[in-house]
C-alpha cells in the first residue's frame, strides 16, 4: 500500500475554514489514503516560506505530491507556499475576482480578518450557547425550557461534540440527554423530555464503532461489550421509531454534517459564527 499523500490545511488564522473545506472535499475520493495537518497562524511571509520547506519535505518522504488547502487572505503568503512544488487550492481564489466586479471595489486582504470577531453580541451568543452546552451535557442540567435542541442517544454515540459544535459555530442552545438502560426498558420518552417532544432529535451509531469507542473509554466493560451497544442501539432505534423522533447515524456522518442536518430537520436558522 503507498504512502499516504500528505494534505496540509494552512491559514492565517485558525485553520478551521481550510480544514473544513478541504476535509469535504477528500472525503469525495475514498481510495486515496491521506495525512491531514493542519497549520494555523501563518501570518507573515517569512512563516509561510519555513511551512513551504516543511510541506516539500513531507513531500519527498512520501514521494508524492503534497496537496494544500490555504485559506490565507493574503495572495503573498498563498504564494509564497506555492513554493514547495504542493498542490495549493486557494479557497478564496476562485471567488474574489467575480465580486470585485460585482461590488465595484478591489479586496483589502486584512490577515487574520476572516476569522476575527464580528461584533460583541455575536460573541456573547457564541459564549452564552457554549456554556448552555456545557452546562447541559449528558443530563447534567435538566431544565431544558431555553433549549434550541436537545439531542437524544445512547452513551459514547456523538451528542457532546455535536453540541459543542452547535453552540460555537451556530450560537444554538443545545443540550443532550444519554438513554440509560432504564430508559430503554420501555418503547416512550423519559417523561423529562416529552414536554420538549418539538426540540428532539435522536443520534445513533453503529454497534461495532460504538464498542470500539467504548472500549478505548472503558476496555474490557460490560459497558464496552459488543452485545451492550448491539442491544442499547437496537432498543434506541425502536424508541425513536415508536416517537416518531428523527435520526441520523453518527457512524459515517462529520460534525459539520451531523449539525447542518439537526438544524435543516428542526427548523433552525442560523447563520456560521
Known amino acids: 500500500?503507498?504512502?499516504?499523500?500528505?494534505?496540509?490545511?494552512?491559514?492565517?488564522?485558525?485553520?478551521?475554514?481550510?480544514?473544513?473545506?478541504?476535509?469535504?472535499?477528500?472525503?469525495?475520493?475514498?481510495?486515496?489514503?491521506?495525512?491531514?495537518?493542519?497549520?494555523?497562524?501563518?501570518?507573515?511571509?517569512?512563516?509561510?516560506?519555513?511551512?513551504?520547506?516543511?510541506?516539500?519535505?513531507?513531500?519527498?518522504?512520501?514521494?508524492a505530491r503534497p496537496i494544500v488547502v490555504s485559506s490565507c487572505v493574503n495572495s503573498e503568503l498563498t504564494g509564497a507556499i506555492r513554493a514547495s512544488g504542493a498542490l495549493v487550492l486557494d479557497v478564496f481564489e476562485p471567488f474574489m475576482s467575480l465580486l470585485e466586479a460585482e461590488l465595484g471595489e478591489t479586496r483589502q486582504a486584512r490577515v487574520g480578518q476572516a476569522h476575527g470577531m464580528v461584533d460583541f453580541e455575536t460573541y456573547h451568543k457564541r459564549i452564552n450557547a457554549m456554556n448552555y452546552a456545557l452546562t447541559h451535557d449528558d443530563g447534567m442540567s435538566i431544565n431544558y425550557d431555553n433549549a434550541d435542541v436537545i439531542l437524544v442517544a445512547v452513551s459514547r454515540a456523538g451528542k457532546t461534540p455535536t453540541c459543542v459544535y452547535l453552540a460555537l459555530h451556530h450560537g444554538i442552545a443545545a443540550a443532550n440527554y444519554p438513554l440509560t438502560e432504564e430508559d430503554l426498558e420501555h418503547d416512550r420518552l423519559p417523561p423529562r423530555l416529552?414536554?420538549?417532544?418539538?426540540?428532539?432529535?435522536?443520534?445513533?451509531?453503529?454497534?461495532?464503532?460504538?464498542?470500539?469507542?467504548?472500549?478505548?473509554?472503558?476496555?474490557?466493560?460490560?459497558?464496552?461489550?459488543?452485545?451492550?451497544?448491539?442491544?442499547?442501539?437496537?432498543?434506541?432505534?425502536?424508541?425513536?421509531?415508536?416517537?416518531?423522533?428523527?435520526?441520523?447515524?453518527?457512524?459515517?456522518?462529520?460534525?459539520e454534517e451531523i449539525s447542518s442536518k439537526v438544524m435543516s430537520t428542526l427548523g433552525i436558522r442560523r447563520g456560521m459564527f
Open 194 to 255: 416529552r414536554a420538549h417532544r418539538a426540540k428532539l432529535f435522536g443520534l445513533t451509531i453503529d454497534p461495532v464503532r460504538l464498542q470500539q469507542v467504548r472500549q478505548e473509554r472503558r476496555p474490557n466493560s460490560r459497558y464496552a461489550e459488543l452485545e451492550t451497544c448491539k442491544r442499547e442501539v437496537a432498543a434506541a432505534e425502536a424508541l425513536f421509531r415508536a416517537e416518531r423522533i428523527p435520526v441520523l447515524s453518527t457512524t459515517h456522518t462529520s460534525i
Open 1 to 63: 500500500m503507498s504512502s499516504p499523500r500528505p494534505v496540509f490545511y494552512v491559514s492565517d488564522g485558525t485553520g478551521i475554514t481550510a480544514e473544513t473545506i478541504g476535509h469535504s472535499l477528500l472525503t469525495q475520493f475514498r481510495d486515496t489514503p491521506f495525512a491531514p495537518e493542519r497549520i494555523p497562524f501563518v501570518d507573515s511571509v517569512e512563516r509561510a516560506h519555513e511551512i513551504a520547506i516543511r510541506i516539500r519535505e513531507a513531500g519527498e518522504a512520501a514521494q
